[in-house]
């Protein structure tokens, strides 16, 4: 038989006969790849303010992932569909998690620009390629940061109409348009619009234009505060915890392919691999961080999946021991938990975590998508003024603004229910063609390049299990998830067939390379005699 290693060589041979067929010459131009010696040169330029250490990318690590959805989805997930076994869906969403991070730790050393995953595909799968990354990338935080400011608004407000009982005007919290589930369709609410959501999202946004260490600095406060709270609360609760709440661990199906048992564990783990999204986000601040530190991106996209880990699987354990699964599907398991073991401060300091969760994930988002756009506008695939820099701060405030003001029409006027179906499939969209990049990178190129980061050292294995994985999650999703993503998908190739391959820098780069040497070797024909070869530089 075979071996892999002899089954990529006949398809890399193969790969080479079709670049040069009519077909390769259709698909080349779509593939042309940013040089990385370029992007490291890139990287070089002080364009923004070298100060974040490794204390800074754990906590915009933890920022991202750690979110009010581990306050919500460990008890609608054990209460729906995996009972105690919901601690074991952690594991394995844990597991997969783990390979998207270590794909993640490894490219961020090989192309350490802040385009995050846009970059990485750049370098390795071609213009096009990434260009349908970004544009993915762009729709999915704007959703993002949409979704979270929309449950910050109605956690404030739990907060003082449950815990404060001061009452809050609820138009102000409702979205213009609202959506049926049921019937899927758009209906209006007769309210106005989400204001607190707006607000959020425009006063993180000034934040972020203002000054970037003052971003990191609130977000490192919240950080701390949220990973405290919940230790607390798992701590707090081990006296409390009984033996016969994780019995029967794996409870026994009801009839439905996801309600408990085996089948039910597994949707389980689905919905618990999103919790441990957003750790991507500290690539794009490469070019943020300290020049002397470059091998703290993969250690703090390492450690910040580490340290979320560990909580949740704690978390699940406390809540699961405290109060029985089939008591959780309710709006916050972690306050009747609080209550139920009488303590109501606590209470109260998860309910503020839970504010600060989001908080920190809006903030983390909004500045993802600031650098997503800055860098597809370097390349110039995105209009100019989004990679203006505000000179004294160095940040990147066009592209900020833009995704602020966007966001916060977004959360104010569409309703949460709609938004939550949209940025999941984007994410794995993006794991997966990152992955497809490192087995391209290690194919192709990985003797070449070099990088600090390489473990596990030079398998195929983590690739190409992470990308299938991403394909299965992918085809888990709803059938009107799919719908809009390709939908949203087909307009990007649109405005990159009329706008992004006319404007792109490295195109245009090479069109006047290649007319410069059809110049150079005219001229040399009509010579007598070439005593040198010559080079002119663009």
């Known amino acids: ?214 971003s990191v600095f609130v977000n490192n406060i919240i950080v701390i505060f949220k990973v405290v709270a919940i230790l607390i609360f798992i701590f707090a609760s081990i006296k409390f915890i009984k033996k016969e709440n994780y019995e029967p661990f794996i409870p026994k199906n009801e009839g439905s392919s996801n309600k408990f048992g085996v089948s039910g564990m597994f949707r389980a783990t689905t919905l618990a691999f999103f919790a441990y999204t957003g750790f991507d986000g500290i690539t794009t601040v490469a070019q943020d961080t300290k020049k002397s530190s470059r091998n703290n991106l993969p250690i703090a996209i390492l450690s910040s999946f580490g340290i979320s880990a560990v909580l949740y699987i704690g978390f699940c354990l406390a809540l699961i021991g405290v109060v029985p699964y089939d008591q959780l599907g309710v709006v916050s398991p972690v306050l009747m938990a609080a209550q139920k073991i009488g303590m109501n401060w606590l209470a109260i300091t998860i309910h503020l975590a839970a504010i600060a969760s989001l908080t920190s994930v809006a903030l983390i988002n909004i500045m993802v998508e600031s650098k997503i756009l800055y860098s597809m506008a370097n390349d110039g695939l995105l209009p100019e003024f989004l990679a203006l820099i505000y000179e004294t701060r160095r940040t990147p405030y066009t592209a900020t603004i833009f995704t602020g003001v966007i966001s916060a029409i977004f959360a104010s006027l569409l309703p949460i229910e709609f938004l939550s179906e949209i940025s999941s499939i984007g994410t794995l969209f993006s794991y ?82 290649e007319t410069v040497t059809n110049i150079f070797d005219t001229t040399n024909a009509n010579d007598s005699i070439v005593s040198k070869t010559e080079t002119y530089p663009i």
Request: glycine share 8%.
């Open 1 to 214: 038989m075979f071996g892999l290693r002899t089954i990529l060589v006949c398809a890399k041979n193969r790969f080479s006969t079709i670049k040069t067929s009519w077909v390769g010459r259709v698909i080349h131009p779509l593939t042309l790849m940013m040089p990385i010696d370029q992007m490291h040169d890139e990287n070089e330029k002080e364009v923004f303010k070298r100060t974040l250490n490794l204390f800074d990318l754990i906590a915009v690590g933890l920022g991202a992932i750690i979110g009010a959805g581990i306050f919500v989805l460990v008890g609608n997930a054990a209460a729906d569909f995996a009972g105690p076994a919901v601690i074991l869906s952690f594991v394995l969403a844990g597991f997969v998690a783990l390979l998207a991070a270590l794909s993640f730790a490894e490219m961020s050393t090989m192309v350490p620009l802040a385009g995050s995953s846009y970059s990485f595909t750049y370098a390795t799968m071609g213009e096009f390629a990434a260009w349908l990354l970004g544009w993915d990338l762009i729709l999915e935080n704007v959703i993002a940061v949409a979704l979270v400011s929309n449950g910050w608004a109605l956690y404030v407000r739990t907060l003082f109409t449950d815990t404060l009982h001061v009452n809050v005007e609820e138009s102000i919290l409702k979205s213009w348009i609202g959506w049926n589930q049921t019937t899927e369709s758009f209906n209006r609410t007769g309210f106005a619009l989400n204001l607190p959501a707006a607000i959020i999202v425009l006063a993180l946004t000034l934040l972020l234009v203002y000054d970037i260490n003052g």
């Open 432 to 513: 997966f063609l990152v992955h497809a990049g490192l087995f391209i990178m290690r194919w192709t190129k990985n003797k070449d390049v070099k990088h600090s980061f390489n473990f596990p050292s030079r398998t195929y294995v983590i690739p190409i299990l992470g990308g299938i994985i991403s394909i299965l999650l992918m085809h888990t999703m709803s059938k009107w998830a799919k719908m809009r993503f390709g939908v949203w998908m087909a307009v990007g190739v649109i405005v990159y067939f009329l706008y992004g391959r006319k404007k792109s820098k490295l195109r245009n780069r090479k069109k006047k390379i």
